[in-house]
């Protein structure tokens, strides 16, 4: 089973509106990791939240993270027609091998 | 330009050829990784190097075969390949191992006739 599964796999908005996209995992950590995939491109790391981190802000990002519940979330506010992306989890499973393990994503749809 | 440059951007090949894909990084990083993301799956680890040294194989079929002369490049040979083992390739570098961020390139998009 995977370690990070994202919630929900699709999301469709109006350009303005806020878009929160949640991720949960299995096992401790000692990070997390949110990161965008535009369509037919690399993935492009947007934020690293610790696990003695609670929330963590970038710009228009807003990155929470619930250890107890082992969960994340991240909330684009004000969103715009160029975020439309898949968004993707990773954590490092508290390993030091550089071994992410990524869930499968939120397709983000942001009209114009 | 992301830094991670990957080629060929698109390669079609049978299952009898053999090619190679080339990942480079001019970023100065010390680890090196190839996933595999396939439609409707999430990405999927199959190597890692640290200083040039293979540190995971996440039990990958042996008709993949990496490579990694120096810490700047990054090779996947391939040969006898399966249809279901047509997808994006992507490569990444990152400082040093540890789950520090990783920088991707923008992968090799691979289809298996």
């Known amino acids: 089973s995977q370690q990070g599964e994202e919630d929900p796999q699709a999301l469709s908005i109006q350009e303005g509106e806020n878009a929160t996209m949640n991720c949960s995992y299995k096992?401790?950590?000692?990070?997390l990791q949110w990161y965008r995939q535009n369509s037919g491109r690399g993935l492009v790391h947007l934020i690293l939240?610790?696990?003695?981190?609670r929330e963590k802000h970038s710009g228009r990002l807003r990155v929470t993270l619930d250890t107890s519940k082992k969960s994340s979330s991240l909330l684009i506010t004000a969103s715009r027609a160029a975020d439309t992306a898949s968004y993707f989890c990773a954590t490092d499973g508290s390993s030091n091998t550089g071994k992410l393990i990524f869930g499968q994503g939120t397709t983000l749809q942001v009209k114009p | 330009e992301t830094g991670v440059t990957q080629t060929p951007r698109h390669l079609v090949m049978g299952m009898t050829n053999k090619k190679s894909l080339k990942c480079e990084q001019h970023?100065?990083?010390?680890?090196m990784y190839w996933y595999k993301q396939s439609a409707k799956k999430p990405l999927e680890l199959m190597f890692v190097?640290?200083?040039?040294?293979?540190?995971e194989n996440n039990s990958v079929p042996s008709r993949f075969s990496p490579e990694c002369p120096n810490s700047s490049h990054l090779f996947l040979h391939l040969h006898t390949l399966q249809p279901e083992d047509s997808a994006l390739y992507l490569c990444a570098s990152s400082p040093r191992g540890g789950g520090s961020p990783l920088h991707f390139g923008n992968g090799t998009r691979l289809t298996v006739t």
């Open positions: 970023l100065g990083h010390n680890a």
């Open positions: 939240i610790r696990s003695n981190e």
């Open positions: 096992t401790s950590i000692n990070n």
């Open positions: 190097y640290n200083f040039k040294e293979q540190t």
